[in-house]
């Protein structure tokens, strides 16, 4: 069975930073394009950012230069570091894997077949 199981979440202040970490099991790790998506109360789930496997990033406008997503093949674990939060950045954050997935369509929630339970993210003021 594949599981994605993101952890770090939790309630900070603007201006702060927080590391989440999603730990793959279930799958050849090296062989998915990972993404971090979020959802907030009332809202659809949007895409946050992308890692490839060759490395290469994809982020939405709104967390680009304030969030980093990497990834580490030999522990099976994507992370998304996020800095400089803002109260707009209170949803619950998921995981999600797609195998291979090189096309341009990285940002799309359908293209995802795996998925997390997600890990909440709060930022007060």
């Known amino acids: 069975q594949v599981q994605l199981v993101e952890s770090g979440g939790g309630l900070v202040q603007a201006g702060d930073s927080l590391r989440l970490s999603c730990a793959a099991s279930?799958?050849?790790?090296?062989?998915?394009?990972m993404a971090w998506f979020r959802q907030a109360p009332g809202t659809e789930r949007e895409f946050v950012a992308a890692i490839r496997l060759s490395g290469s990033t994809s982020y939405a406008d709104s967390v680009k230069g304030r969030f980093t997503v990497s990834r580490d093949n030999a522990k099976n674990t994507v992370y998304l570091q996020m800095n400089s939060l803002k109260l707009e950045d209170t949803a619950v954050y998921y995981c999600?894997?797609?195998?291979?997935?090189?096309?341009?369509?990285?940002?799309?929630?359908?293209?995802?077949?795996?998925w997390g339970q997600g890990t909440q993210v709060t930022v007060s003021s």
């Open positions: 279930g799958l050849t790790f090296s062989t998915y394009t």
């Open positions: 999600a894997a797609v195998a291979y997935g090189m096309g341009p369509y990285v940002r799309e929630e359908s293209r995802y077949n795996y």
